[in-house]
């Protein structure tokens, strides 16, 4: 922890961003490792938490807020989360005697505190690639090295990294009654356990579904108790395969940009790998994005500079194609229309300056992006 995370927080409450300024001082407050502050801190989470629908704040809430955040500021350790190499994929392939389908030779590697994101459409690989990565699906030929394991085996392997399908496994019981289980299976017991699944239930929105059912809780909810089992067990690498699937379009970057913190903080500094269509929130967060089609690697962003040799832009107007075309020049710009969007792509503009031409020329723009760099050109 440092004062930045600090200072940051303040200026969530004093922009009243107060949902962001809960979530970070609990995440503060469980990386100086102090009981007794982290167990404060879940109970003025619940103050907010029991108002928000009201739209009310609790009484000397931001108050309360300065006093732990002063507190945790005060334990806070000069430390960082060391980057530490977790896994080295080498010439990774998988064949598949049915179907016709295989998965091509691909080579990654990830440190404690870094995002992968692989994206691509359905059936194109990315379940298969992250399946081999955690050791659940054999490769037919290349490595898969654990760096932080000196000698891997199942066991091993499997308490090593935590996968969360798509489709979560059903549960039975409480809610509440499975946390406290998944808690006791890491070795968290008694008076830490109960508070690591308070934690967990509150960092993750959960605490009013704590006793309730499989069947009285919506997928979006299922996914969330999924992802706080499994942070219970501390995991060191995380691969979620369509973790936004289930989530309304609010909770979906809140999810990723929050495991994606916790990920880099003091209290279990953890590599995580993520596959979904989301291309815009997966690119947003992730250090390293690749994109498979039909089994293979056709572009990872670490070599993007060696990949990418012209500009492309994505826009949307009402403006008629030949007008565009004739804009840019036909022979500086090619256009493609996929049926809701326009793509421009040059070699002679940079992204901005074909969007500049368009905009002084008069044309309606509703929507623009710069994807020079984005995996959505490779759809």
Known sequence: MNTSNVQEIVDYLKHQDYSLAVRRTLDTCLDTGDEEIIKESVQWSRTYSTRKEEKQ?????????????????????TAIAEKKPLLKAGNISKNYK??????????????????????????????????????????????????????????????HIAFIPQRIPRWYGLLKDNL?????????????????????LERLGLTTYAHLTWNQISSGYRTRFEIARILLQKPKLLILDEPLANLDINAQQTILSDLIFMAKGLHNPMGIILSSQQ??????????????????????????????????????TTAERDMVQQLLGRDKAGIQYNGGFYTAVSSAYTAQEMIAILVQAGIPLTYFRDITYSTKRFF
């Open 57 to 77: 704040l609790p009484p000397h809430f931001t108050e309360r807020a300065t006093e732990i955040l002063s507190r945790a500021a005060a334990m806070q350790s």
């Open 279 to 316: 291309l815009h929130e997966v690119e947003k967060v992730a250090d390293t994005v690749i994109f498979i089609k039909q089994g293979n690697c056709v572009y990872s962003s670490n070599d993007r500079e060696k990949t990418i040799t012209s500009n492309a832009v994505e826009f949307e």
């Open 180 to 200: 406290h289980f998944s808690a006791s299976i890491a070795g968290v017991y008694g008076a830490q356990n109960d508070l690591m699944v308070d934690f967990m």
């Open 98 to 159: 049915r179907g016709n389908f295989s998965l091509k030779p691909i080579s990654l590697s990830l440190r404690t505190g870094d995002v992968l994101g692989v994206v691509g459409e359905n059936g194109n690989g990315k379940t298969t690639l992250l399946r081999c990565l955690a050791g659940q699906l054999s490769i037919d030929a290349g490595e898969v090295k654990y760096q932080l394991l000196n000698n891997p085996g199942y066991y091993e392997i499997k308490n």
